[in-house]
């Protein structure tokens, strides 16, 4: 009766395990090929400590020399882990929790490590006994820092009676010099007594200030900062003074580690071959050298035992794949994913994809869509058809040459500040055409019929003009031969003007073109192949014609996604296409006379919701049965609309009650509009509260929860750190979900990586 009982059991176990879950896509700047490295010789030689195909950073060796103690995501979530410095046992999780754990530091004898864990929300600073035979649990731990703000990097100072590290916590989150809707942040370095009192701050900068070392007896202590545009390594007095830059100018730096008066090591990017490497600084004569580097691997965060243990994470260097063209290098899906977390009681799998904007994923196997365009600049987008304009500088140059000329050679006929105004006419006339069309095309990018349309005003003045100086030198011809060969000159040259400009009116359409091409991905094999190109209508200027939010339709039939800018000005171009994939058929489904974009539908396609800027605001529509309804009709900017799939919620962004940044940017929170029993829409219901951004809300298959990504929780590493290595200037994203019945949060990742756009695809 037992074995039966036990086989039950085991029955529902597997059932359990092996049932469908919902799964949520999301966009991921998580890097790869990240593993600890050891050397057991000074960094004489490097070999593999981890192997896992997750992340592995941030390692720490014990002051005994026995154990290395580091980050792994093997699990879903940043834990810390325990591995032996000797023998092949595998790593072995140091701490319990449903929260993220990293940059561990060890106190001097040992008993102790610092780290970073965000259980409490927040990045916040932990204190635990090392106990390297046994798990320990989070709820043990004891927050030694307390704010609202980050505080990153724990360091224990020799005689282990305080701790070093970096928080935010003093400066107010600014927006991004160029793109202003990423919120940036600012460090300082601060110390506190190991149990977690007396704080006090040491550096008040515009840069971050980061990672603090302790040199030898305390007395200073040694950190990287950003001031002033070039992150470098400086020294300070532990009460904050006297500053000194410690790396020369040219030297970029971060991650420092002192180990002696005469070396500290730190990280350093090679710019020529884009990796980041392991240099050695002499404090007292700033020579440097490069002996610990490795040929083509990325080396980060070293750490280093008097007994000539050494460790850092990194890997080789990446190329680009077929399978994830023109976005991070390496595989399309984060390694080890899908990671399993539970909402309620049902279990979620979560995708991590490393692009900018989550591959849509189809919606029964295992497949993912993206698209690519490798034009990365102006001259990527010109076409053989602009070519043919280079004849007019040349002729302008040639008909200066030739007014200067004659101004000396007819001097005593002919007054010469006619030929001057000759030679400057012919520059200036050519010279105006080509820094328009370069403000109108490449700098202002305006719809090509609109460039068309001015190009056409300026040919009707100059062809004016023409005709204008042909019929005066017709009259002065027969009275006044040398003056008449003046305005001969000018007609020939406004005649070869007036037929470039022909020539741009016709043919401005076709200066620029480019080609975005759409590919299907296995992300469990990698397998890949081309589903179509696309190319924008001509009237669209190619360098507003990003693909942005694209996804699959309800029924899995047709892929859509929008084309222009998704913060870009009302009235530019933007647009919605629908792909359908089994007619293979490309359709244009929103007008192209304003900032079209981020449609999405209901079951059946019943009914559409979009973002237009056609009255001069961005506001959410929504269409049904061939009516179009304005939802919101205000001056706040609005974006990121959804409906759920039963058509009667719709949830989107706006700024009308957000954060005022520096009267640049306002930050983005969370609405819901409901169907009514009379099939009107209510008025607009705040969702999120939050100061800082939030935004790219999706529905559950079920429509009762929305998922969303946000900076509520700040970041989790110096924010240097993340950017050096991971190009996110959008410093927040973490992604969760809220329960519209009741607002209750389940936050569902917890890491330092940039995380946004979610999806929520129901599994049949």
């Not at 026995?66 to 701490?95: A, Y």
């Not at 360091?155 to 919120?183: Q, T, W």
């Not at 279990?347 to 034009?375: E, H, Q």
Request: charged share 20%; net charge neutral; aromatic share 12%.
């Amino acid at each position: 009766m037992k074995k039966y009982i036990l086989l039950v059991c085991l029955l529902i176990v597997v059932i359990g395990y092996t049932q469908e879950k919902d799964k949520v896509f999301y966009s991921s700047f998580t890097p790869q090929g990240w593993d600890i490295h050891i050397s057991k010789d000074h960094g004489k030689s490097f070999n593999a400590f981890t192997t896992n195909e997750s992340l592995d950073y941030d390692a720490k060796i014990s002051p005994d020399g026995n154990w290395v103690v580091f980050t792994s995501e093997r699990l879903g979530k940043p834990h810390l882990f325990v591995k032996h410095v000797e023998g092949d046992t595998l790593p072995r999780l140091l701490v319990q929790s449903k929260s993220m754990q990293d940059q561990v530091d060890f106190s001097p004898d040992g008993k102790w490590i610092a780290f970073v864990s965000s259980h409490e929300g927040n990045a916040e600073i932990y204190k635990l006994p090392f106990k390297p035979s046994d798990t320990l649990s989070i709820f043990d731990a004891e927050n030694l820092t307390n704010n609202k703000a980050g505080d990153f990097r724990p360091r224990f100072s020799n005689d282990g009676n305080y701790i070093a590290f970096s928080s935010d916590r003093a400066h107010e989150i600014k927006p991004h010099k160029f793109l202003v809707f990423a919120m940036q942040r600012t460090g300082d370095i601060y110390t506190m007594t190991s149990n977690g009192n007396n704080i006090k701050r040491l550096t008040d900068s515009e840069g971050w200030d980061g990672s603090p070392n302790w040199n030898t007896d305390d007395s200073q202590i040694i950190f990287y900062s950003n001031r002033n545009n070039n992150t470098g390594l400086y020294t300070m007095d532990i009460n904050g003074d006297n500053e000194k830059r410690l790396t020369p100018e040219p030297i970029s730096a971060i991650s420092p580690l002192y180990i002696n008066n005469e070396t500290i090591l730190f990280a350093n990017e090679n710019q020529e071959n884009k990796t980041f490497q392991i240099l050695r600084i002499n404090p007292s004569n700033k020579t440097i050298d490069s002996t610990l580097v490795q040929p083509d691997t990325h080396m980060l965060n070293i750490d280093y035992d008097s007994s000539g243990i050494m460790v850092f994470h990194g890997g080789k260097k990446l190329k680009e794949t077929e399978n994830n063209k023109g976005e991070f290098f390496g595989d399309i899906l984060v390694k080890n994913h899908p990671a399993i977390d539970s909402l309620e009681n049902k279990s979620i799998a979560l995708y991590g994809i490393r692009r900018s904007f989550s591959a849509p994923p189809t919606l029964n196997d295992t497949k993912v869509v993206y698209d690519y365009n490798p034009a990365r600049g102006f001259g990527d987008f010109v076409t053989p058809f602009l070519y043919p304009l280079l004849i007019l500088p040349l002729l302008a140059l040639i008909w200066f040459v030739v007014g200067i000329v004659k101004s000396i050679r007819k001097r005593r006929e002919i007054p010469f500040w006619k030929y001057i105004l000759f030679s400057i006419l012919s520059v200036f006339i050519v010279a105006f055409m080509f820094v328009q069309l370069n403000n109108w095309v490449g700098f202002n990018a305006l719809p090509m019929n609109t460039v068309k349309l001015y190009v056409a005003i300026i040919l009707l003045v100059l062809l004016a003009f023409l005709i204008f100086v042909y019929r005066f030198y017709k009259k002065r011809k027969a009275q006044d031969k040398p003056i008449a060969s003046v305005y001969k000159l000018y007609t020939m040259m406004l005649l070869g003007n007036v037929i470039g400009l022909l020539y741009i009116t016709l043919f401005t359409g076709s200066f620029l073109s480019s080609t975005t091409k759409f590919y299907i991905v296995d992300y469990k094999t990698n397998e890949v192949q081309e589903l179509f190109d696309f190319k924008a209508d001509k009237d669209f200027n190619p360098q507003s014609a990003r693909i942005i939010d694209t996804k699959f339709t309800p029924n899995g039939k047709a892929l859509q996604f929008s084309v222009g800018s998704f913060r870009g000005n009302p009235k530019a171009q933007g647009a919605v296409y629908t792909y359908h994939l089994e007619e293979k058929k490309l359709e244009k489904i929103t007008d192209l006379d304003a900032n079209y974009g981020f449609a999405d539908f209901s079951a059946y396609n019943k009914t559409m919701v979009y973002r237009s800027g056609i009255t001069g605001n961005m506001d959410i529509y929504v269409k049904e049965n061939n009516t179009i309804t304005n939802l919101t009709n205000s001056e706040a900017k609005e974006n990121f609309p959804v409906i759920s799939h039963d058509g009667n919620k719709i949830a989107y962004c706006s700024d009308i009650n957000g954060t005022n940044m520096q009267d640049v940017v306002k930050t983005m929170d969370i609405y819901l509009i409901e169907r009514q029993t009379d099939n009107s829409w209510s008025s607009p219901k705040q969702i999120t509260t939050y100061i800082g951004q939030e935004g790219h809300p999706h529905f559950s298959p079920d429509g009762n929860w929305i998922i969303y990504t946000t900076e509520e929780f700040g970041i989790n590493d110096e924010q240097p750190i993340v950017q050096s290595y991971v190009f996110a200037p959008q410093m927040y994203g973490e992604i969760v979900a809220v329960r519209i019945a009741d607002g209750k949060k389940v936050r569902l990742t917890h890491n330092k990586w940039e995380e946004g756009a979610p999806l929520w695809i129901k599994t049949n």
